[in-house]
């Protein structure tokens, strides 16, 4: 597995993330979350991508259950987590409204509750999981700068930000802001369009792409885009050594010029390992392209 370097002097980052948002659908205990986060590393998928909402705050400290059972396993991962999205749940049945807060405040309280459910004392990638429409940036860059000063992360990113949005909380920046987590995959190509990749590459910024199989959308056999796409990877398949359609929409994700990192979503130890398959494949221009037309449904403009 290719390990990329996604800010001058920081961590290494595994091309493709273990994505931990549904981590809990099949009610794994914290021996099956290890086994898998263990395969993952045999694998050199080392870096690990949460959240401090995903399964409505239950998942970090799954992972910290997870990872105490290997003594050193922590030390062989990046390990990726965001702040800012606050929605009612059982922890707080206060909350009438779900509502983002990214204050410098509310991000630090986040952090230190996120570094002790995952049994660590630092943060390789700490992201403001949503752009806070309330909060002004230089409050927001507040916290993540103080955050890299006391060594609790080693570097600040965001998730879900436009261009616009990215620009302005950069210019508040002590530390550069080295990602920007999106939502980029054959069915979503709107980050090619709106500035967002074109941002990131211009800025040396690799972007790292959630839900790069279109939520399970591109095996739907109901739709008509994966329907396309799966006749054109028949056509290809061969020339990547049998790839699948979800080995080859991944590469074709990191094709892109920007270089994003891919987030797998499955918790599933198989899939995982043909997942990880795609980060040898090359696509050649042409079949980029068709996978392009196939999932556009048109020739190119």
């Not at 961590?11 to 794994?28: C, D, H, Q």
């Not at 694998?43 to 991508?49: K, P, S, V």
């Amino acid at each position: 597995m290719k390990r990329v370097t996604i800010a001058s002097g920081g961590p290494e980052f595994s091309r493709m993330v273990y994505g931990t948002w549904r981590l809990l659908a099949t009610k794994p205990t914290p021996q099956e979350i290890n086994r898998r986060l263990n395969r993952c590393v045999e694998l050199g998928i080392t870096t690990i991508d949460t959240a401090e909402i995903y399964g409505l705050y239950e998942v970090e400290k799954m992972l910290g259950e997870a990872l105490a059972l290997s003594p050193g396993l922590r030390d062989k991962l990046e390990i990726v987590t965001k702040a800012g999205i606050y929605v009612p749940c059982k922890y707080h049945p206060e909350r009438t409204t779900a509502f983002y807060n990214a204050t410098g405040d509310r991000l630090v309280k986040s952090l230190e509750k996120s570094l002790r459910l995952l049994g660590t004392d630092r943060i390789e990638l700490f992201l403001v999981h949503r752009p806070d429409w309330f909060t002004r940036a230089d409050d927001t860059a507040a916290g993540q700068n103080h955050l890299v000063k006391c060594g609790k992360i080693r570097a600040p990113g965001v998730s879900n930000y436009s261009a616009a949005q990215f620009d302005l909380l950069a210019a508040q920046m002590e530390h550069p802001l080295v990602t920007n987590q999106i939502e980029f995959s054959l069915l979503h190509m709107d980050p090619m369009h709106d500035g967002v990749l074109s941002q990131c590459e211009k800025l040396g910024v690799l972007p790292m792409a959630w839900s790069p199989l279109a939520g399970g959308r591109l095996f739907d056999p109901k739709n008509e885009a994966g329907q396309r796409l799966a006749v054109a990877v028949g056509k290809m398949s061969a020339r990547y050594a049998g790839a699948t359609l979800e080995q080859l929409a991944y590469a074709w994700v990191m094709a892109h010029p920007a270089a994003p990192l891919a987030i797998i979503g499955t918790n599933k130890i198989e899939r995982i390992e043909s997942a990880a398959k795609a980060d040898a494949i090359t696509l050649e221009r042409e079949d980029w392209y068709a996978l392009w037309e196939a999932a556009q449904g048109r020739r190119i403009p």
